[in-house]
């Protein structure tokens, strides 16, 4: 291990060298930026897999909605295999526009409308036109996409894998530099424990505050599980064995939480945004049990429903600040109309 390391150290250095060129044109306007008349909010982060975004963009899109605002989302569309301007629609899948954005437009419907471009400026202006009557974009996952400058940048990192501990791509997981941090005008830490120290939390910040700038509000929050939904199937039967499907980045504590609660049977863990198969389906009706899964690996499900005899359950997650969501929403409001 120690020798794979030292081996991709140089690659990380030289990447690290790329990505730092890349933002330092756009900080000296050598490459621009364009900036939208609409409410922008980006939420995003520095390092690849899963810090909690779609739970914190629902959030927001709950938020939204409360408040009575017409809203769109727009992501790239991770793992699809479309190209360019979509917007989500009933026929969807998760191949045609992501898993994410197929879950948004699951849950919220015709309340929020969702679009997946790869060049978010032209998803942009694509949605403008498409809906004039948008009052704010939530740009899920667009930190690194410089060519767009968002009205506010939302930081998200993981309590247990912060960014400030990190290393650049492949020797560790960053997609830029740890001074990237510095572009974010507002920090979350998520999946934190429930409780924090005041002492946990001053070393955090005294971590953040070596690359954030200066002032920047931060924010703490955990995940939060809800009762299991019928996705397919009969209804649930909490003494039931499941199996246990899972292909998210960082599996770990939704397995813990799930075999805190049921009787788990047998698992499935896949890599990250894994596309079920053929020969997945044939697998788990082959095991004649009820299947237990997250709100993201259900999506991806769907276009198997026809072929699926077991029924499929998954458990949807919300984020809980641990304080200060009043005065986290204060801070988006007044950086939106600054």
Same mark, same amino acid.
């Given at each position: 291990?120690?020798?794979?390391?030292?081996?991709?150290?140089?690659?990380?250095?030289?990447?690290?060298?790329?990505?730092?060129?890349?933002?330092?044109?756009?900080?000296?306007?050598?490459?621009?930026?364009?900036?939208?008349?609409?409410?922008?909010?980006?939420?995003?982060?520095?390092?690849? %897999?899963?810090?909690?975004?779609?739970?914190?963009?629902?959030?927001?899109?709950?938020?939204?909605?409360?408040?009575?605002?017409?809203?769109?989302?727009?992501?790239?569309?991770?793992? =699809?295999?479309?190209?360019?301007?979509?917007?989500?629609? @009933?026929?969807?899948?998760?191949?045609?526009?992501?898993?994410?954005?197929?879950?948004?437009?699951?849950?919220?419907?015709?309340?929020?409308?969702?679009?997946?471009?790869?060049?978010?400026?032209?998803?942009?202006?694509?949605?403008?036109?498409?809906?004039?009557?948008?009052?704010?974009?939530?740009?899920?996952?667009?930190? @690194?996409?410089?060519?767009?400058?968002?009205?506010?940048?939302?930081?998200?990192?993981?309590?247990? =894998?912060?960014?400030?501990?990190?290393?650049?791509?492949?020797?560790?997981?960053?997609?830029?530099?740890?001074? %990237?941090?510095?572009?974010?005008?507002?920090?979350?830490?998520?999946?934190?424990?429930?409780?924090?120290?005041?002492?946990?939390?001053?070393?955090?910040?005294s971590q953040i505050k070596r690359y954030a700038k200066i002032n920047t509000p931060i924010f703490y929050t955990s995940i939060k599980y809800s009762e299991p939904i019928m996705g397919i199937g009969k209804q649930i039967v909490i003494s039931e064995e499941f199996v246990l499907v899972c292909g998210i980045d960082n599996?770990?504590?939704?397995?813990?939480?799930?075999?805190?609660?049921?009787?788990?049977?047998?698992?499935?863990?896949?890599?990250?945004?894994?596309?079920?198969?053929?020969?997945?389906?044939?697998?788990?009706? @082959?095991?004649?049990?009820?299947?237990?899964?997250?709100?993201?690996?259900?999506?991806?499900?769907?276009?198997?429903?026809?072929?699926?005899?077991?029924?499929?359950?998954?458990?949807?997650?919300?984020?809980?600040?641990?304080? %200060?969501?009043?005065?986290?929403?204060?801070?988006?409001?007044?950086?939106?109309?600054?």
């Amino acid at each position: 291990m120690k020798l794979l390391s030292f081996l991709l150290f140089p690659f990380a250095c030289l990447y690290n060298a790329i990505t730092l060129f890349r933002n330092l044109l756009y900080d000296r306007g050598f490459l621009k930026s364009e900036i939208f008349n609409v409410s922008t909010i980006c939420v995003g982060n520095l390092r690849v %897999g899963g810090t909690g975004k779609t739970p914190f963009i629902e959030f927001l899109i709950s938020e939204f909605l409360s408040s009575g605002k017409k809203i769109s989302i727009l992501s790239r569309g991770y793992g =699809r295999k479309s190209k360019g301007f979509l917007e989500a629609n @009933q026929n969807s899948t998760s191949r045609d526009i992501g898993d994410e954005p197929l879950q948004y437009f699951l849950k919220y419907k015709n309340k929020v409308n969702v679009y997946v471009d790869e060049k978010r400026p032209h998803g942009i202006q694509s949605i403008l036109h498409t809906d004039f009557k948008t009052q704010a974009i939530l740009l899920d996952d667009a930190f @690194q996409h410089r060519p767009l400058k968002a009205r506010v940048n939302i930081l998200l990192t993981e309590f247990k =894998r912060p960014f400030y501990e990190d290393f650049l791509l492949p020797y560790g997981r960053l997609r830029e530099s740890r001074s %990237g941090a510095d572009r974010a005008d507002i920090i979350v830490i998520t999946k934190c424990p429930k409780t924090l120290s005041s002492n946990e939390t001053g070393k955090i910040e005294s971590q953040i505050k070596r690359y954030a700038k200066i002032n920047t509000p931060i924010f703490y929050t955990s995940i939060k599980y809800s009762e299991p939904i019928m996705g397919i199937g009969k209804q649930i039967v909490i003494s039931e064995e499941f199996v246990l499907v899972c292909g998210i980045d960082n599996p770990q504590p939704f397995i813990s939480y799930v075999e805190t609660k049921f009787v788990i049977n047998s698992k499935r863990i896949y890599k990250d945004h894994h596309e079920f198969t053929n020969s997945d389906i044939y697998d788990l009706n @082959q095991l004649n049990l009820p299947v237990l899964t997250t709100e993201k690996d259900f999506v991806r499900f769907k276009k198997w429903q026809d072929k699926l005899i077991v029924p499929v359950f998954y458990i949807p997650i919300k984020i809980d600040f641990l304080k %200060g969501k009043d005065q986290f929403l204060f801070v988006l409001r007044e950086k939106l109309n600054a």
